[in-house]
């Protein structure tokens, strides 16, 4: 079975400052889908970025951009020029590609704080 | 983005009572809808999958009879709570994919307390 990890349970980043949240992960198969979703307080989940395990180029989102090392099994999300509406809790997912059913599975999460 | 509606988005029950949660998908056919739960501070717990027009499969652990999923449409798929109990109260994310299969969009959640 997939397993998804996120070894930081909280970060703290100053405004304007660039953070990085870690997540390793660990499957047998070599096609799937890496995700990285936000809850803000108002605990609706939005996806952040979305990273296909057969493309290389690693995926950018204006501020949001990931670093994958397949070969390592590591997704790691770097946030620049931090805001306050960054401040949530941040959930790295995983996905068999194959199979209409395929179901998310998430880390436990890494709650992200924004200072001044 | 696709909108993925939940209603009601909280609700109070008395203990012995039945919920039901609605979940559709407003501008998209969503054949798979996925339910899950959610305790304070911690990570989202698939519940089950359920796909248009046939019976849901749910995660280990998780009672069928108790928490009954029908998706009837390809835009509504339902959980119902039945004789819910105060252990039931947490918060409740439904899920929907579209017929593409490419994105998976969340409900805003339903936040159920049982008294």
């Known amino acids: 079975a997939q397993t998804v990890t996120q070894s930081q349970p909280e970060m703290s980043v100053q405004e304007a400052e660039t953070v990085t949240l870690s997540c390793t992960y660990d499957?047998?198969?070599?096609?799937?889908?890496l995700f990285w979703y936000k809850q803000p307080p108002s605990r609706q989940m939005i996806l952040v970025i979305r990273q296909e395990a057969y493309k290389q180029q690693n995926a950018t989102e204006n501020r949001f951009s990931v670093n994958f090392q397949k070969a390592a099994k590591s997704f790691s999300l770097k946030i620049s020029d931090s805001q306050l509406g960054d401040a949530a809790m941040y959930f790295c997912?995983?996905?068999?590609?194959?199979?209409?059913?395929?179901?998310?599975?998430f880390g436990t999460g890494t709650r992200l704080q924004v200072t001044l | 983005g696709a909108v993925v509606s939940q209603h009601p988005s909280r609700v109070i029950c008395k203990s012995g009572t039945s919920v039901k949660i609605e979940c559709r998908s407003l501008?998209?056919?969503?054949?798979?809808m996925f339910w899950y739960r959610q305790f304070p501070k911690k990570s989202l717990m698939l519940m089950a999958t359920s796909n248009e027009g046939s019976k849901a499969t749910y995660e280990q652990g998780v009672e069928k009879d108790k928490f009954l999923i029908n998706h009837a449409s390809l835009t509504l798929s339902t959980l119902t709570v039945t004789s819910a109990h105060p252990e039931d109260s947490s918060f409740y994310i439904c899920?929907?994919?579209?017929?593409?299969?490419?994105?998976?969009?969340f409900g805003p959640g339903t936040r159920l307390t049982v008294l």
């Open positions: 501008d998209f056919q969503a054949t798979t």
């Open positions: 499957t047998s198969e070599s096609d799937y889908y």
């Open positions: 899920s929907a994919r579209d017929v593409w299969d490419n994105e998976q969009f």
């Open positions: 997912a995983y996905r068999d590609r194959t199979g209409t059913a395929s179901k998310l599975t």
